[in-house]
């Protein structure tokens, strides 16, 4: 019924850049929040950005100044703009969105992930 489908991964030296992106799909009312998280291997899966329907953003601390994040309502679709990439960004990045349906209240929504791996 939903489904969320990234993008824009890949392998890229240290000091490059990367823009992934994230669409929607389904019987979509309303998306009310979209993030973007990353997890490691070996560790834990965690928060890199969050985007409300207004325009609110966070971001984690180790990416401040770096990514940004922004979505497109209309085309239900969150992007990841991440410049000056380090190694320590190398993760599988999930799209997570917070959304309702025509058939059921919000829940939240799960991506299949996208490797971006950042070589020294």
């Known amino acids: 019924q939903v489904q969320l489908v990234e993008s824009g991964g890949g392998l890229v030296q240290a000091g490059g850049s990367l823009r992934l992106s994230c669409t929607a799909s389904?019987?979509?009312?309303?998306?009310?929040?979209m993030a973007w998280y990353r997890q490691a291997l070996g560790k834990q899966r965690e928060l890199v950005a969050q985007i409300t329907g207004g325009g609110t953003t966070k971001y984690a601390d180790s990416v401040e100044g770096r990514f940004t994040i922004t979505r497109d309502n209309a085309k239900n679709t969150a992007y990841l703009q991440m410049n000056n990439l380090k190694p320590e960004d190398t993760a599988v990045y999930y799209c997570?969105?917070?959304?309702?349906?025509?058939?059921?209240?919000?829940?939240?929504?799960w991506g299949q992930g996208t490797q971006v791996t950042v070589s020294s």
């Open positions: 997570n969105a917070d959304l309702g349906t025509y058939y059921s209240s919000r829940n939240n929504y």
């Open positions: 389904g019987s979509i009312f309303r998306i009310y929040v």
